[in-house]
Antibody, heavy 118, light 108 residues
Framework: QVQLQESGPGLVKPSQTLSLTCTVS??????????WSWIRQHPGKGLEWIGY???????YYNPSLKSRLIISADTSKNQFSLNLSSVTAADTAVYYC??????????WGQGALVTVSS | EIVLTQSPGTLSLSPGERATLSCRGS???????LGWYQQKPGQAPRLLIY???TRAAGVPDRFSGSGSGTDFTLTISRLEPEDFAVYYC?????????FGQGTKVEIK
């Protein structure tokens, strides 16, 4: 059974880069056919899809974040990562990683709260 | 970008009642690439339905999805206490995946 777990700093200063890693267990991110995805949820709000990586190299990003976003994968560690630069308070959110097949997201990690504050 | 609008915003019902949640797209959702998720406080969302009408593994059969084009429905036939939560629809028929704003199902 595939499980995902987010990790990274819970506090990031404005203008810095938010970096999170998703560690996958019970399956390989190198296996084809899956979109390894990031989603975020602002406090008390709905869900926002951030982007995904597939085939360990190809990426697609939400256009609203594209200029600040890099998603990458480390197949040797079975991890994929999110880097969001030039953060502001508007980037404060719970960040989730998830696996998608056609686009339906399942399973999800438990989520990581990242607060942007000085 | 396909905008998904969910209604109602809040649904107040009693256990045992039937819940009907709506999700409407600003454009047709390709190949019924529409999913439904349940989220409880402090938890990650859980996939309930994909392909508009296929239940995910382990999802009770009181949950059902229907619809096509721009109009989709999630029905909970008889609400159990554990079903009171927020429900989101998501479309993945275009490169830019989008979510609806959510419907909260609360105990009346």
């Amino acid at each position: 059974q595939v499980q995902l777990q987010e990790s990274g700093p819970g506090l990031v200063k404005p203008s810095q880069t938010l970096s999170l890693t998703c560690t996958v267990s019970g399956g390989s991110i190198s296996s084809g056919g899956y979109y390894w995805s990031w989603i975020r949820q602002h406090p008390g709000k709905g869900l926002e899809w951030i982007g995904y990586i597939y085939n360990s190299r190809s990426t697609y990003y939400n256009p609203s974040l594209k200029s600040r976003l890099i998603i990458s994968a480390d197949t040797s560690k079975n991890q994929f990562s999110l880097n969001l630069s030039s953060v502001t308070a508007a980037d404060t959110a719970v960040y989730y990683c998830a696996r998608a097949i056609r686009g339906e997201l399942d399973p999800w990690g438990q989520g990581a709260l990242v607060t942007v504050s000085s | 970008e396909i905008v998904l609008t969910q209604s109602p915003g809040t649904l107040s019902l009693s256990p045992g009642e039937r819940a009907t949640l709506s999700c409407r797209g600003s454009q047709s959702v390709s190949s019924s690439y529409l999913g439904w998720y349940q989220q409880k406080p402090g938890q990650a969302p859980r996939l309930l339905i994909y392909g508009a009408s296929t239940r995910a593994a382990g999802v009770p059969d009181r949950f059902s999805g229907s619809g096509s084009g721009t109009d989709f429905t999630l029905t909970i036939s008889r609400l159990e206490p554990e079903d009171f939560a927020v429900y989101y629809c998501q479309q993945y028929g275009t490169s830019l995946w989008t979510f609806g704003q959510g419907t909260k199902v609360e105990i009346k």
